[in-house]
C-alpha cells in the first residue's frame, strides 16, 4: 500500500512538472535558460520512474490527468489547461515506455508547444503524434470519439437525384445579369458581388449560439469566447513588440540602437501601469537573451544594454511595479511572478507583498516558491521583510533563512529569539537548527531557561554537537540536577537524545549515572529517567553502550532490568 501511495505522489510531481515546463515552453524559446532546466528536470524524473515501473500510463479526461482511476492533476481554465489540450482532440490515454531517449521525449515536447500555439481549428495532436509515430510514446484516440464529433447536431437530409433532370432544361437569366454580362466579367463579378448580403456577426454572438447549443456555464462562455477573441486578431502590443526587438536584433549602431531601447522603455513603462505582465515579460525575456547573444560576440551594444537592463531593478521602477500590483489591475499572477523572477532578489518585498494578499491559494504558493528561491540566493535582503505585525510572512522568512544554511543570518533570527509570538519562536529555533553553528548553538542552549515548555524541548532537539564545551556542559548540568527528574516525559527524552550525540565514551558514562539512581525503592519519576536513558542508549547501539546496559541488566529494578535485557537483545542478540 505504502508503494502504491509513493508511485502516485512520483507520477503526481511528474505531470506537475510537465505543466510547468509547457508552461514556460508557451513563453519561451527551447534555447531559454528556464525552458532547458524544467525540461531537463523533467526527463530525469521521468527516465527514473520508467526505469523503476517500465511504463507510465496517464489517463486524460476534459480538465485532468489520471492515474490507477485517480486524479491526480486538474485545471479547469481552458485557455491553458494541458489536459483539456489533449482531451479535445479525443485523446484518452498517454504511455511513456522504459525506452524512452532524450531526443526522442524533446520532440515530444517540441511537438505539444507547436501545436498549443496554433489556432484551435488548425491544431490537432493527435494528428500530430500520428505522423511522428514516436517508438516510446504511445497513446489512444478511439475513432468513436471523432465519428461522434464529425456527426454531432447534424440532420441528415432524405435526397435523391434524376440524373436525367439534371443533365437537361436551361438558364434563365434575370435583366440585370444580362447587363452584366454585356459589360465583361469584372462587372459581372461586382454586381453579383452585391447582390450578397454577408451577415455581420461579432464573437460574442457567436458564443451565444455555442452556448445554446451545447449547454455551457458562464465560465465556459466567458473563456470560449476570450479564445476566440485571441484567435481572430494579432495583438497590436505583440506586433510592435515584434517589430521593436526585430529592430534591436538589427541594428548595429549604438545611437540608433539607444533610441530604439528608448521607445521600448516607454511601452514597458505602459504596460506595468496597466498591469500587462505578459507583454512587460515579453521584453525583458527578449532583451534578456539578447544580452546572453552579445556576451558570446563581444558586441559593442552589449555595455549599452547592460546598463539599459539596470532601469528595471531601479527603485523607482519597483515602486511602479507595487503601485500597478496595488491597484488591483493585474490578473495574470503566472507572468507577473514570472517577471520579478527574472529581475531577480531585488523584488523580494513585491514577492512577499503577493505572498500576504495573494488573489488565490495557487497564487500564494507560486509567490512562496518564489521567495525560497530568492530567499537563498540573498538571505539577508530576505530577513529584512519580517515584522511583528506580519507574523504569517515572518514565520515563512525565517524558515527559508534556515534553509539557506548561511551562518551570516544568526544575529538577524537572534533577534526573533525575543518576540512575544510562540510560532516565530518556534520558527527561530527550528531555523537554528539547520544552519549546525557554534554560534545557533549557544543562542538555543540560552532557550533552555525559556518559561514555555514547548520551547525548551525544540531548543534541546535542534541542538547539534559541535565539540562546544560550553553547550556540552550546560546539557550536562541540566540532565545531573535534581530538578531534571520532575519534567515532563518529552523534555527529558530530548535533552537525554543530545547526549547520543556526543563521543560514546563519555555519553554513556552519564547515561550509566541517571540509571543508577534507579534502586529497588526508587521514585516513580527517577525511574521514567533511567528507561529513557536506557532507550537512548539502545538507540546509541555502541560497545560502551552495550557495556552500560549489561550493567543496567543487574539492576535491583526490575521494570529497569528488564528494560535494559531488551535493549541488549536488540543491539547483541547473544549477549541479551
Known amino acids: 500500500m505504502e508503494s ?86 479525443g485523446m484518452i490515454s498517454l504511455f511513456l515506455y522504459k525506452d524512452l531517449q532524450h531526443e526522442e521525449f524533446f520532440d515530444f515536447l517540441e511537438i505539444i508547444k507547436k501545436e498549443s500555439s496554433l489556432p484551435a481549428e488548425e491544431g490537432d495532436i493527435v494528428s500530430a503524434f500520428w505522423e511522428r509515430d514516436f517508438p516510446n510514446i504511445r497513446y489512444y484516440a478511439p475513432d468513436e470519439y471523432l465519428e461522434s464529433l464529425i456527426g454531432r447536431d447534424v440532420d441528415m437530409l432524405d435526397y435523391s437525384i434524376d440524373k436525367a433532370d439534371l443533365f437537361s432544361g436551361k438558364i434563365e437569366l434575370a435583366p440585370e445579369d444580362r447587363i452584366a454580362l454585356e459589360y465583361g466579367n469584372g462587372l459581372a463579378q461586382s454586381v453579383i458581388s452585391e447582390s450578397i448580403e454577408t451577415p455581420k456577426t ?143 532578489p531585488e523584488t523580494l518585498p513585491l514577492v512577499a507583498f503577493i505572498y500576504e494578499s495573494p488573489p488565490t491559494s495557487h497564487c500564494r504558493q507560486m509567490a512562496g516558491e518564489l521567495l525560497l528561491e530568492q530567499g537563498k540566493q540573498s538571505p539577508s535582503q530576505l530577513l529584512y521583510l519580517a515584522q511583528k505585525d506580519k507574523p504569517e510572512l515572518t514565520k515563512e522568512v525565517i524558515r527559508i533563512a534556515g534553509l539557506s544554511c548561511e551562518p551570516a543570518c544568526i544575529p538577524d533570527l537572534a533577534h526573533f529569539l525575543n518576540y512575544p509570538d510562540f510560532d516565530i519562536r518556534l520558527a527561530v529555533i527550528q531555523a537554528l537548527g539547520r544552519l549546525q553553528d557554534a554560534k545557533a548553538n549557544k543562542l538555543l542552549a540560552a532557550c533552555f531557561t525559556d518559561p514555555e515548555e514547548k520551547i525548551r524541548i525544540a531548543a534541546a532537539h535542534n541542538l547539534r554537537y559541535l565539540q562546544d564545551r560550553s553547550v556540552s556542559d550546560r546539557v550536562l548540568q541540566i540532565i545531573h540536577h535534581k530538578d531534571f527528574y520532575r519534567k515532563n516525559r518529552a523534555e527529558k527524552k530530548a535533552f537525554l537524545n543530545y547526549l547520543s550525540t556526543m563521543p560514546s565514551s563519555e555519553a554513556s558514562q552519564n547515561l550509566q549515572q ?63
Open 514 to 576: 541517571v540509571l543508577k539512581r534507579s534502586g529497588r525503592l526508587a521514585r516513580a519519576n527517577v525511574l521514567k529517567t533511567s528507561l529513557i536513558a536506557a532507550v537512548t542508549l539502545e538507540k546509541m547501539a555502541t560497545p560502551e553502550a552495550r557495556d552500560v546496559l549489561k550493567t543496567g541488566s543487574r539492576s535491583s529494578n526490575k521494570r529497569l532490568r528488564e528494560r535494559c535485557l531488551s535493549s541488549l537483545k536488540k543491539i547483541a542478540p547473544e549477549e541479551g
Open 4 to 89: 502504491q501511495r509513493t508511485q502516485e505522489k512520483e507520477v503526481t510531481e511528474i505531470l506537475q512538472l510537465l505543466v510547468k515546463t509547457f508552461g514556460q515552453m508557451k513563453i519561451f524559446s527551447f534555447e531559454h535558460e528556464n525552458v532547458r532546466r524544467f525540461s531537463h528536470q523533467l526527463f530525469d524524473k521521468l527516465k527514473t520512474y520508467l526505469d523503476k515501473h517500465w511504463k507510465l500510463e496517464i489517463g486524460i479526461e476534459e480538465f485532468s490527468f489520471t492515474w490507477e482511476g485517480k486524479s491526480v492533476y486538474t485545471d479547469e481554465q481552458i485557455s491553458h489547461s494541458l489536459p483539456f489540450f489533449f482531451y479535445k482532440d
Open 202 to 344: 461579432d464573437v460574442s454572438e457567436e458564443v451565444d449560439v455555442l452556448a445554446t447549443d451545447s449547454f455551457l456555464d458562464q465560465e465556459e462562455v466567458e473563456a470560449l469566447e476570450s479564445m476566440l477573441r485571441e484567435n481572430r486578431h494579432v495583438s497590436p502590443d505583440k506586433e510592435i513588440i515584434s517589430l521593436l526587438l526585430e529592430i534591436l536584433f538589427l541594428e548595429k549602431g549604438q545611437r540608433k540602437f539607444k533610441q530604439t531601447l528608448k521607445v521600448l522603455e516607454e511601452c514597458h513603462t505602459q504596460y506595468i501601469a496597466k498591469g500587462d505582465f505578459a507583454n512587460a515579460l515579453s521584453i525583458l525575456s527578449s532583451l534578456r537573451e539578447l544580452e546572453d547573444k552579445f556576451s558570446t560576440s563581444s558586441s559593442p551594444l552589449q555595455e549599452p544594454l547592460e546598463s539599459f537592463l539596470q532601469i528595471f531593478r531601479i527603485e523607482a521602477a519597483l515602486f511602479d511595479i507595487k503601485q500597478s500590483l496595488q491597484s488591483g489591475k493585474v490578473k495574470d499572477w503566472r507572468n507577473c511572478l514570472e517577471y520579478l523572477h527574472q529581475l531577480g
